[in-house]
């Protein structure tokens, strides 16, 4: 098993025109740790996972496993598995050639190859389906073997890059809840790459937001940390908007004072919010975006709306059974997007209303004009 540490790594696919897609990335990855890359498309997730497997050139920046630098290393001798989203299985081969295949390759004693995929297969329930073609199996089942595949390698270290991205919503939650419990069984290192918010936020140990790099900053890490901790204290608008969905509300507004345990915002609207951040670095007049979650705004009258209240339009109501949603256009908003509000009822309105929602104080984040969050002096938990 092992310990991954990327320190300062950088990728430049084309020197020529000096354009990076990834810049000062420090991950320090523990022995056993489930860690998820999410991002935006063509923010580097797959071009990241490559420099770990081997398949691209580091620019810049150490790559080190089990405190041994690899950048220099070739694939195939950094014990490394990776798992694609096409999972690609040779498809005049049995379901037990595909997992063998590598081994054989490498003249592995036959009974060593078949004491392997026999575990492989009995960890992923595919002993049923040794003997048949991968035409002959369902989405999942393939993606099994993909996996089976990368099993019998015992690498030190798994990539997995999108690899439930093909399948249907359904079989989707099943393979979830599979790889969870492969990552029990296997006690491995992961690294999987998703662009589903309750993938990342239920497989992993730490997630790793990563954004498109903007010319002159200095990384395009954005935050690393615990799944609650990115949802609770995301440290910018970037982390705020992309962890959570639906997404956090943004209203625009200015500071109208500060204490040492919350700030008061009046957007410009003209409604006046409590926030509970420490916003004692900040001055009063400061512009600022209020952030509120759509399923920590409450009903207006409720005692829970200590932070104040936003009214809108509704756009649109949607009723899912379990839930009920309501988009809505407040003027406090940024141009073009919603003002969302989540509920666990229906609620008495429908499009063209005025609504007014409340605000929990301790609901609120807090940012600053360049996007900086203001640290957060409560957490909003639902009584
Ligand atoms: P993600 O997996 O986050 O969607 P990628 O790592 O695939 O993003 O790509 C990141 C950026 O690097 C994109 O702008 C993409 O066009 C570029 N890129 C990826 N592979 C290559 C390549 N082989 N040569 C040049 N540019 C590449
Ligand atoms: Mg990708």
Not at 60 to 78: A, E, F, H, W
């Amino acid at each position: 098993m092992a310990d991954v540490l990327l320190s300062k790594v950088r990728k430049n696919y084309n020197p020529a025109i000096l354009k990076d897609t990834l810049r000062n990335i420090n991950l320090d990855i523990k022995d056993g740790d489930f860690i998820v890359f999410v991002g935006p498309s063509g923010c580097g997730k797959s071009t990241l996972l490559r420099m770990i497997a081997g398949l691209e050139d580091i620019t810049d920046g150490d790559l080190v496993i089990n405190g041994t630098r690899m950048n220099d290393v070739p694939p195939s001798k950094r014990n490394i598995g990776m798992v694609f989203q096409s999972y690609a299985l040779y498809p005049h081969m049995s379901v037990f050639d595909n997992m063998a295949f590598g081994l054989k390759l490498q003249h592995m004693d036959k009974k060593e190859i078949l004491e392997r995929v026999v575990k492989a297969a009995d960890i992923l329930g595919l002993e049923a389906f040794l003997e048949r073609k991968p035409k002959a199996l369902s989405g999942g089942q393939r993606q099994r073997v993909a996996i089976g595949r990368c099993i019998v390698q015992q690498p030190s270290v798994f990539l997995f890059d999108e690899p439930l991205s093909n399948l249907d919503a359904a079989l989707r939650v099943k393979m979830r809840l599979e790889i969870s419990k492969l990552h029990q069984d296997l006690n491995a290192t992961i690294i999987y790459v998703t662009h589903d918010q309750v993938e990342a936020m239920t497989l992993a140990d730490k997630i790793c937001v990563l954004s498109p790099l903007k010319a002159n900053a200095e990384s395009n890490l954005e935050q690393f940390g615990a799944p609650l901790e990115l949802y609770n204290h995301p440290v910018n608008l970037f982390v705020a908007g992309f962890i959570g969905s639906p997404k956090m509300n943004f209203l625009k507004g200015e500071i109208l004072s500060i204490d040492e345990k919350s700030s008061v915002v009046k957007l410009i609207t003209g409604e006046r919010i409590t926030a509970c951040v420490d916003a004692s670095r900040a001055s009063v007049g400061d512009k600022v975006i209020l952030g509120v979650r759509p399923e920590n705004l409450v009903k207006v009258d409720s005692a829970e709306a200590t932070g104040g209240k936003v009214t809108g339009k509704v756009i649109v109501t949607e009723n899912l059974g379990a839930e009920f949603y309501v988009y809505m256009e407040s003027g406090a908003s940024e141009i073009g997007s919603d003002f969302t509000v989540k509920s666990e009822s229906e609620l008495a309105v429908t499009a063209g209303d005025e609504f007014t929602v409340g605000i929990p104080a301790s609901a609120c984040h807090l940012f600053d004009e360049a996007g900086i969050a203001f640290p957060r002096t409560e957490v909003y938990k639902r009584s």
